[in-house]
Nanobody, 118 residues
């Protein structure tokens, strides 16, 4: 059974930091891409950051310079270090793991709430 377990969300004041983690298990194929999307109130889900198994990075413009994504390929874990958080970063953050096998497939976590408020 495929599971993506996220942790690290919570309430933080503007300017603060949080670190999200996501551990993937039960995926028997090599995971090409891992990363994070988010969905704020009344908005569509949007890309935050992704990283491939080869280390290629992709960030949304809104988080460049503030967020850093990293990955441990040995245990299929991805991290998102979020600094200088803003109220507009408030959202549910979803972990994604993508494989190329089976014609390509995406697996999603349940989401973790990040709230930036004073």
């Amino acid at each position: 059974q495929v599971r993506l377990v996220e942790s690290g969300g919570g309430l933080v004041q503007p300017g603060g930091s949080l670190r999200l983690s996501c551990a993937a298990s039960g995926i028997i194929f090599s995971i090409n891409r891992m990363g994070w999307y988010r969905q704020g109130p009344g908005t569509q889900r949007e890309l935050v950051a992704t990283i491939t198994s080869g280390g290629t990075l992709n960030y949304a413009d809104s988080v460049k310079g503030r967020f850093t994504i990293s990955r441990n390929n040995a245990n299929n874990t991805v991290y998102l270090q979020m600094n200088s958080l803003k109220p507009e970063d408030t959202a549910v953050y979803y972990c994604i793991a993508s494989i190329r096998a089976l014609g390509g497939r995406d697996y999603w976590g349940q989401g973790t709430q990040v709230t930036v408020s004073s």
